[in-house]
């Protein structure tokens, strides 16, 4: 129904809770072909994984103010180390020393300054670790852990 005046802008919120996997498939189909027509679109929702795969712009609103405003792109220039490890103390350590936040049992860093320094500890103590890009749910933890 809210395509039917053709709108310049479009507002979405939570557009796909209880939708099933082929159609939420579709949904975003349909959603693509607006933005290659020149829509805006704008979608709220819990599902980051979901906001990561298909959108191009992430603004995260706390307490009223943006307190971050990305584009996938910039967000993908930026990367993340996960460190995880069932050893509470040697995560404390390693946070202590290099900042990071600890949730569950992983430690996310985002400063590699040191990151020689961090390769050698988890070689030497066998701890498992991932290097990759940062997603949404990365920024929004970092957002979460600073409110």
């Not at 557009?15 to 709220?44: C, Q, S, Y």
């Not at 988890?122 to 409110?147: A, C, G, Q, T, W």
Request: aromatic letters at 10%; hydrophobic letters at 35%; proline letters at 1%.
């Amino acid at each position: 129904m809210s395509l039917v005046s053709n709108p310049q802008i479009l507002f979405l919120d939570e557009p796909t809770v209880g939708m099933d996997t082929e159609f939420r498939m579709e949904f975003w189909k349909i959603i693509n072909e607006l933005r290659a027509n020149h829509k805006t679109i704008f979608v709220t929702s819990h599902n980051l994984d979901e906001l990561n795969d298909y959108c191009n712009r992430f603004i995260f609103i706390h307490n009223g103010l943006i307190v971050k405003n990305i584009t996938k792109d910039e967000l993908n220039g930026e990367k993340i180390l996960v460190v995880v490890n069932e050893n509470q103390e040697s995560l404390n350590h390693i946070q202590a020393t290099y900042g990071g936040n600890i949730i569950e049992n992983k430690l996310y860093l985002t400063e590699m300054e040191r990151h020689q320094e961090l390769m050698e500890i988890f070689e030497e103590e066998k701890m498992d670790y991932e290097y990759r890009f940062k997603e949404v749910k990365d920024l929004y933890r970092e957002i979460n852990m600073i409110s």
